[in-house]
């Protein structure tokens, strides 16, 4: 089983940064990727970006340079840069880890954390 823990959402200006964290805890080691997604006030929950065990890197098209994806194996954290923020990027943000464990697959998620972008 693995729980994870968003963290560093808050209020910031458009054309400001914030820097997400997502700690996880339990079998870490089954961890395959980590995702951030967002859900965003009357529209479907999307993908932000994904980052497997293994490095490598997928960003939504939205993204568009703006953020950046990283992840602390060891200690089975991932991170999310958001920088140029506008108020398109208001929403809750969630981590998302999947994996292998005991021969199934499994997905996990958090509780989000709340990014809200004044104009």
């Known amino acids: 089983q693995v729980q994870l823990k968003e963290s560093g959402g808050g209020l910031v200006q458009a054309g400001g940064s914030l820097r997400l964290s997502c700690a996880a805890s339990g079998t870490i080691f089954s961890i395959n990727a980590m995702s951030w997604y967002r859900h965003r006030p009357g529209k479907q929950r999307e993908r932000v970006a994904t980052?497997?065990?293994?490095?490598?890197?997928d960003y939504a098209d939205f993204v568009k340079g703006r953020f950046t994806i990283s992840m602390d194996n060891a200690r089975g954290s991932v991170f999310l840069q958001m920088n140029s923020l506008t108020p398109e990027d208001l929403g809750v943000y969630y981590c998302?880890?999947?994996?292998?464990?005991?021969?199934?697959?499994?997905?996990?998620w958090g509780l989000g954390t709340a990014v809200t972008v004044s104009s």
């Open positions: 998302h880890a999947e994996g292998e464990e005991g021969g199934s697959t499994f997905r996990s």
């Open positions: 980052i497997s065990s293994g490095g490598n890197i």
